[in-house]
Structures are given as C-alpha cells and as structure tokens.
Nanobody, 126 residues
Framework: QVQLVESGGGLVQAGGSLRLSCAAS????????MGWFRQAPGKERDFVAA????????YYADSVKGRFTISRDNAKNTVYLQMNSLKPEDSAVYYC???????????????????WGQGTQVTVSS
C-alpha cells in the first residue's frame, strides 16, 4: 500500500510559478513510476506529466511541454512538478499517482495507476 500526499497548490497570477510536491509512504518508492494529472470542474482527469522509477525518463502532455518539469527524489520519497509560465487554463485540482512499473518505464494512462493522492488545488488568475 502506498499513500500519497500532495502539497504546494495555491493561487498565482498568470505567468507565475508554483512547485507541487507529492510525498509517498513506503520503502520501495523507486519501484513506482509516478505521474501528475489534473481535473478542472466539469472536465475529465487529464494526464500532465510522468516519470520513471529512476527519474531518468519523463513524458509530458503537449499542453505543458516546455513549461512544466517533473522530477523525483527517491531518497525523500517525493515527486515534484515545477510549473512555470502558468496560464488560467492550468487551473485545476492536481493529483499525483503511483504505478508499479519496471525501473525505466513511464506510465501515461490514468487507468494504469494503482494509487492516487487527494489532490491539491491550483488556481491561476488572469
């Protein structure tokens, strides 16, 4: 069982930055691929970014490529999402998720993830 707790959300003006963190319980954090998803009111949960267990491989949604960076610190059991040049359309509840996967594998489909955090709200004002 893996428990995930997100933090770092908040209100920011367009063009600003935020860094989300997701702390995971357990001793085998590196055996999990990690991902970030977001869900705006009335919309489906969308993929944002993912990283492999080692952190060497990453993948981004086109909408955030070049603006967001996913990273992880396996010694701290934490995955991060650095969000720069934020836009109002980035406003959503952001969720981190964990998927048991081989070390170099990046996982994208939401249905493949085994564990989810409770989410953190990000609001970008125009």
């Amino acid at each position: 069982q893996v428990q995930l707790v997100e933090s770092g959300g908040g209100l920011v003006q367009a063009g600003g930055s935020l860094r989300l963190s997701c702390a995971a319980s357990g001793r085998t954090f590196s055996s999990y691929a990690m991902g970030w998803f977001r869900q705006a009111p009335g919309k489906e949960r969308d993929f944002v970014a993912a990283t492999s267990g080692s952190g060497a491989s990453t993948y981004y949604a086109d909408s955030v490529k070049g603006r967001f960076t996913i990273s992880r610190d396996n010694a701290k059991n934490t995955v991060y999402l650095q969000m720069n040049s934020l836009k109002p359309e980035d406003s959503a509840v952001y969720y981190c998720a964990a998927a048991k996967a081989p070390l170099g594998v990046v996982v994208v489909p939401a249905g493949t993830y085994d564990y989810w955090g409770q989410g953190t709200q990000v609001t970008v004002s125009s």
